[in-house]
């Protein structure tokens, strides 16, 4: 009941596209929903996070979609860039004190 | 600039041997923690510390020891009777308040000589 599952585990897009990533959690007490990035031989980075009052939240090309009737949530990434290559870690947050849930993980390849 | 560090940067261990890894933090954070990451696993969590004097096991803390004396200094030991110790370690703190987000240190990758 714990756990977050992330999915794809690996995804390839062009240049220009969307990258879509996906998360659900069956733990209905988690309520802070954030997205990290991590760069190879770096520690993952606060990218954008939700709570499960709002529906969509958007910073710039990142946008997360959270259906809490469904218990999942997604990273959208608009116009995904070589830059943006990467890992993407989902996470959840619950009643312990600070600790968080990660998903399993996504690495992303943007193609020029 | 405000941060975590993490030291050293790359840690190799003989067998039967212990290893401490450095965190510290001048971010002024209440709480800290540990996490080890391994491929295709996401992050696990092994310790965990609100305030200073006190932690608490996260889901992996066997074979792993950690103090907490200083608001600043979360130090991680490794120790002999973690069987698989081979792994990328990532420290992280924040500000404590539920929904506050935790920032991470760029981690120590340890391995097995």
């Known amino acids: 009941q714990q756990q977050v599952k992330q999915s794809p585990q690996s995804l390839i897009v062009q240049k220009g596209g969307i990258s879509i990533i996906n998360c659900a959690y069956e733990?209905?007490?988690?309520?802070?929903f954030p997205w990290y990035q991590q760069f190879p031989g770096k520690g993952p980075a606060l990218l954008i996070a939700i709570r499960p009052d709002v529906s969509e939240k958007k910073e710039g090309r990142f946008t997360i979609s959270f259906n809490k009737s469904a218990k999942q949530f997604s990273l959208h990434i608009m116009d995904s860039q070589p830059g943006d290559s990467a890992t993407y870690f989902c996470?959840?947050?619950?009643?312990?004190?600070?600790?968080?849930?990660f998903g399993q993980g996504t690495i992303l390849t943007v193609h020029p | 600039d405000g941060g975590i560090t993490q030291s050293p940067k790359y840690l190799f261990r003989k067998e039967g041997q212990n290893v401490t890894l450095s965190c510290e933090q001048n971010l002024n954070h209440d709480a800290m923690y540990w996490y080890r990451q391994d491929p295709g696993q996401g992050l696990r969590l092994i310790y965990y510390?609100?305030?200073?004097?006190?932690?608490q096991k996260g889901d992996i803390a066997e074979g792993y020891s950690v103090s907490r004396e200083k608001k600043e200094s979360f130090p991680l030991t490794v120790t002999s009777a973690q069987k698989n110790p081979t792994a990328f370690y990532l420290c992280?703190?924040?500000?404590?308040?539920?929904?506050?987000?935790?920032?991470f240190g760029d981690g120590t990758r340890l391995s097995i000589l």
């Open positions: 733990n209905t007490a988690f309520d802070y």
């Open positions: 992280a703190s924040s500000m404590g308040q539920k929904n506050q987000p935790q920032h």
């Open positions: 510390s609100q305030i200073v004097n006190d932690f």
């Open positions: 996470a959840a947050r619950g009643t312990s004190y600070g600790k968080l849930t």
